[in-house]
């Protein structure tokens, strides 16, 4: 045997695939790579994929413990940058980068994912205009899903108090930013629709408003799962999407029946003022009234002009038969003219009476009573509000009561 032989060391393919491996590894620890995803295909969780360029191809594996937390959609086609480690596989003797984090080229990942989920939504139709309903005048129940937590539901509360006090407003509070969001909201809504259920029309709520105040797009994102947009698609009533700032668009508010700029903007749309509508039945009453009035002096005026007509004819008959049939006429004339304005004094005086019976003074009157906290007078309706110590005023039909709270019972 020759010395060269001698000295010469001859590898296992496994050992070779093996020290080939230790060597890629250690050589280039973590790298960013970017190219464009071709041959996607799944395993379970994970992902595997193929990065190419022009001039080469790089096999990449994208296990379920780093994808969890991917927003946007990783498809064929799509130009990313991948951030991962390079291994080797030595049984096939086969490089590939383990990806930790991949991001889209050119767009942050977020963006993508909205983009991609509306052109998904929307060709299943759930943006259609005619799958929107109008939102109903004068609700007598309100839902809101929101955080008790933020300004939002203070902001939503203090309009609504302002704008029509008689209305009942249900709260169906909910987290609306962090990891449970999109659940707590969706089940939220479905909630407020079960409450529905079994109830009679005047007992329902009638129009629900969901939203949160501003943020980035991260804090909003709840608002742009598909989860969400789902729930509020699936909704019996309608939805006024009242989610951040006028600026700030989300997939919720593309779903819903109306989009609100602000939950401040989304309370006014759902109530009008009290004096708006008095001011609007004083104006119709009116309205009629000189209505009516024009329409007698119009027909007293042809009246006149008539009976000029046949003294110039002067035949005795046909004059007391035209009399006859005009004083007809116009006693026709009278009473539809007393039937109209009664009818519309009547609708007026419903319309009244409804104002009326919606009065929190009648509500007092039937032995109920109105708990504000002092010194800043808000309404008290939860005992979380007040403590001992704190003094009271309670509205009673007649007088008020000023009281200091000595103990606080229950959880609210």
Not at 123 to 145: D, M, N, T, W
Not at 219 to 237: G, Q, T
């Amino acid at each position: 045997m020759t010395q060269v032989a001698q000295d010469r060391h001859i590898y296992t393919v496994s050992q070779l695939a093996q020290d080939i491996k230790l060597i890629l590894e250690n050589a280039f620890g973590q790298v960013w790579v970017e190219g464009e995803v071709s041959n996607m295909g799944t395993s379970g969780s994970h992902l595997y994929f193929t990065l190419k360029d022009d001039a080469a191809i790089l096999p990449a594996a994208f296990f379920s413990y780093a994808n969890r937390e991917i927003k946007f959609k990783i498809e064929n086609g799509l130009k990313v940058i991948c951030l991962g480690k390079i291994s080797a596989y030595a049984p096939h003797g086969k490089y590939q980068i383990i990806v930790e984090k991949i991001e889209p080229k050119g767009i942050g990942s977020l963006q993508l994912a909205l983009e991609q989920l509306k052109k998904k939504l929307e060709k299943e139709g759930l943006f259609s205009a005619q799958h929107k309903r109008p939102i109903p005048y004068l609700p007598a129940r309100v839902g809101i899903v929101s955080s008790l937590s933020g300004a939002a539901i203070k902001d939503m509360l203090k309009v609504l108090d302002r704008r029509f006090k008689d209305i009942q407003i249900i709260i169906r509070p909910a987290q609306v930013q962090g990891e449970n969001a999109k659940e707590e909201i969706a089940q939220a809504i479905a909630d407020l629709n079960r409450f529905n259920e079994g109830l009679a029309q005047g007992e329902r709520i009638e129009v629900m408003i969901v939203g949160r105040g501003g943020g980035s797009i991260e804090d909003l994102w709840a608002f742009n799962e598909e989860l969400v947009a789902r729930a509020i698609y699936n909704s019996k009533i309608p939805v006024i999407s009242a989610v951040g700032h006028e600026r700030d668009w989300s997939i919720a508010d593309l779903v819903a029946d109306v989009r609100a700029a602000t939950p401040s903007v989304a309370a006014e749309l759902v109530l009008p003022r009290k004096e708006e509508l008095r001011e609007k039945l004083d104006g119709l009453a009116q309205g009629l009234y000189l209505g009516a009035q024009n329409l007698v002096k119009i027909n007293a005026g042809r009246l006149e002009g008539v009976q000029k007509k046949l003294s110039l004819l002067n035949p005795a008959l046909l004059i007391r038969q035209r009399k006859e049939k005009l004083e007809g006429l116009s006693r026709q004339i009278y009473v539809r003219l007393a039937h109209f304005l009664e009818l519309r004094q009547s609708r007026f005086s419903n319309a009244a009476q409804k104002l009326s019976v919606l009065s929190p003074l009648n509500i007092l009157g039937r032995g109920y009573s109105i708990t504000f906290k002092m010194p800043e007078s808000a309404i008290i309706k939860d005992n979380r509000f007040v403590k001992e110590g704190d003094l009271i005023k309670t509205r009673l039909h007649k007088g008020e009561l000023i009281s200091r709270i000595t103990e606080v019972k229950g959880n609210g």
